[in-house]
């Protein structure tokens, strides 16, 4: 793997009665969110040889209007994404080295987190990552704190 693209999840709706959190939905202004991300997404070329995405219901939503505008080969729906740290994304994307670049669609705090220790080589040195917040990372050898460099971020 060379570059890896962690995506957050758009905003969700507010859970119902009765409701898990991994079955919110999408909110009108997450809808609109993961769409410019595509678009933005697109824009830059970007163009995934492998799509690991949380099945939560708004990442899988946030994921089909991405994959609606790029070019994909390869997704796969990983539930030790949902509720994972930023080590535990990083045994995933281990697991994935072949792919030269990855798409992962996740969520907070483990794509911050995951952000940050790739950056800078600290975990503790995220500024966040809004919904449908794009950061773009090349890698420089093997994937290991502080070996990738921030190539773009984007934020609707």
């Known amino acids: 793997m060379h570059e890896l693209i962690l995506l957050r999840h758009a905003h969700a709706e507010k859970a119902r009665a ?13 809808e609109a969110e993961a769409e410019a991300a595509a678009a933005w997404l697109k824009r830059r070329g970007a ?12 990442t899988r939503q946030t ?26 994304l990083m045994s995933l994307l281990d697991s994935h080295s072949d792919a030269e670049q990855v798409l992962l669609v996740g969520h907070n ?11 800078t080589g600290q975990s503790g040195e995220f500024r966040g990552m809004p919904p449908a917040g794009i950061a773009w990372l090349e890698l420089d ?3 290991e704190p ?11």
């Open 63 to 88: 994921l089909e209007r991405v994959l609606a505008a790029l070019e994909f080969s390869d997704t796969r729906f990983e539930p030790a994404i949902y509720d994972a740290t930023a080590g535990t």
């Open 146 to 156: 502080g070996a990738g460099s921030l190539k773009a971020f984007w934020s609707p």
């Open 109 to 119: 705090p483990g794509i911050e987190t995951l952000v940050a220790l790739l950056a």
């Open 141 to 143: 050898g093997s994937l």
């Open 47 to 58: 163009r995934p040889a492998r799509v690991l995405c949380s099945p939560s219901a708004r």
């Open 18 to 30: 009765g409701e898990a959190d991994d079955e919110r939905n999408l909110s009108l202004t997450g």
